[in-house]
């Protein structure tokens, strides 16, 4: 598997052998652990303009879901309410 990024923060500590101490410091041990899954990983840094494509497309899911959620809130009130009876 291939891991792009255009964080190149991110990319030096996921590539890093040593304690990370930073704020982020949770997610990148989290990343590190999910990485003992894979056969394989190789991450790579990228430029912003080679991910604007997912940028888009994470806006777009965000946009979604804030859009959504009244509305999956409801349904999961109506379904949990129709459990009960």
Known sequence: M???SDCSTVVERLRSTTMDRS?????IVEALR???QLRSLVIEKIGR???KIVHELAHLA???ES?????LMFQTVSILSFVKT
Request: glycine share 0%; charged share 25%; with cysteine.
């Open 2 to 4: 291939v891991l792009e």
């Open 23 to 27: 704020l982020v410091a949770s997610l």
């Open 34 to 36: 999910e990485r003992q």
């Open 49 to 51: 303009e080679q991910n």
């Open 62 to 64: 965000i946009k979604i």
């Open 67 to 71: 859009e959504l959620c009244p509305l």
